[in-house]
């Protein structure tokens, strides 16, 4: 693979990486969200196996289908079974869609671009001490970082809070790939491991936070605690 076609590939993952998080913040059903976050892990598969293919490392091409697997299939299918759990009940169908977001939609877009400005800020001194293709993508994993910050702290759905979560650790993961060219083996299993096992651990608590109270509405479950 030549130079140019490397570059432009990575731009182009990246730049998909980066606006399915904005369009996480855009969209209100939690079905179509779901579908957003696993085009991002096809678009964080594609990082890692750009990379990989790149420095010729077959670690990283290993890692980067484990990647596409769990992020882009598992994950989003274990939260797609938590979301037909709600969806069957027709007493709980508004649990399928963030209605009350705290910050609006025209709000989140334009913090997400203040979010983003600022991420490039932050990591242009990094950028400046090896500008190679994949540290000036850089700046995108630590704004997807911010964006699913965001995410986690004003979406009031538990299963849209579990989306930002994840969004969360795809920026992570997607900035120390960009940062080292490749994440060991052992360490992304393991990381990916604790994902798995988070994420299995909050559809059970969702479950059972329906069953127990009728919703998964943050805010309601704090005036229950009041």
Same mark, same amino acid.
């Given at each position: 693979?030549?130079?140019? #076609?490397?570059?432009?590939?990575?731009?182009?993952?990246? =730049?998909?990486? /980066?606006?399915?998080?904005?369009?996480?913040?855009?969209?209100?059903?939690?079905?179509?969200?779901?579908? %957003?976050?696993?085009?991002?892990?096809?678009?964080?598969?594609?990082?890692?196996?750009?990379? =990989?293919?790149?420095?010729?490392?077959?670690?990283?091409? %290993?890692?980067?289908?484990?990647? &596409?697997?769990?992020?882009? &299939?598992? /994950?989003?299918?274990?939260?797609?079974?938590?979301?037909?759990?709600?969806?069957?009940? !027709?007493?709980?169908?508004?649990? %399928?869609?963030?209605?009350?977001?705290?910050?609006?939609?025209?709000?989140?877009?334009?913090?997400?671009?203040?979010?983003?400005?600022?991420?490039? %800020?932050?990591?242009?001194?990094?950028?400046?001490?090896? !500008?190679?293709?994949?540290?000036?993508? +850089?700046?995108? &994993? #630590?704004?997807?970082?911010?964006?699913?910050?965001?995410?986690?702290?004003?979406?009031?759905?538990? +299963?849209?809070?579990?989306?930002?979560?994840? #969004? #969360?650790?795809?920026?992570?993961?997607?900035?120390?790939?960009?940062?080292?060219? &490749?994440? !060991?083996?052992?360490?992304?299993?393991?990381?990916?491991?604790?994902?798995?096992?988070?994420?299995?651990?909050?559809?059970?608590?969702?479950?059972?936070?329906?069953?127990?109270?009728?919703?998964?509405?943050?805010?309601?479950?704090?005036?229950?605690?009041?």
């Amino acid at each position: 693979m030549s130079e140019a #076609l490397y570059t432009q590939l990575l731009d182009l993952a990246c =730049g998909a990486f /980066l606006l399915a998080a904005v369009v996480v913040l855009w969209r209100r059903e939690l079905a179509a969200i779901v579908r %957003v976050f696993a085009l991002q892990g096809l678009a964080l598969a594609a990082i890692a196996l750009l990379l =990989g293919i790149h420095e010729e490392r077959w670690d990283v091409i %290993v890692v980067a289908v484990g990647i &596409g697997l769990l992020r882009a &299939g598992l /994950l989003p299918y274990l939260i797609r079974r938590a979301l037909a759990a709600l969806a069957a009940d !027709p007493a709980h169908s508004e649990e %399928v869609r963030e209605t009350q977001p705290l910050v609006n939609v025209a709000a989140s877009l334009l913090t997400a671009a203040v979010l983003t400005l600022l991420a490039y %800020v932050a990591a242009s001194p990094l950028v400046e001490l090896d !500008p190679t293709p994949a540290t000036r993508a +850089l700046p995108v &994993g #630590l704004a997807v970082v911010l964006i699913g910050f965001f995410v986690l702290v004003t979406r009031r759905r538990a +299963l849209a809070q579990v989306v930002g979560f994840l #969004l #969360l650790d795809n920026g992570i993961t997607a900035t120390a790939f960009l940062a080292t060219s &490749g994440v !060991p083996l052992i360490v992304e299993l393991g990381v990916s491991f604790d994902v798995l096992l988070a994420v299995l651990v909050l559809q059970i608590l969702t479950t059972r936070m329906r069953e127990a109270f009728g919703t998964t509405d943050i805010d309601d479950l704090r005036e229950l605690h009041d």
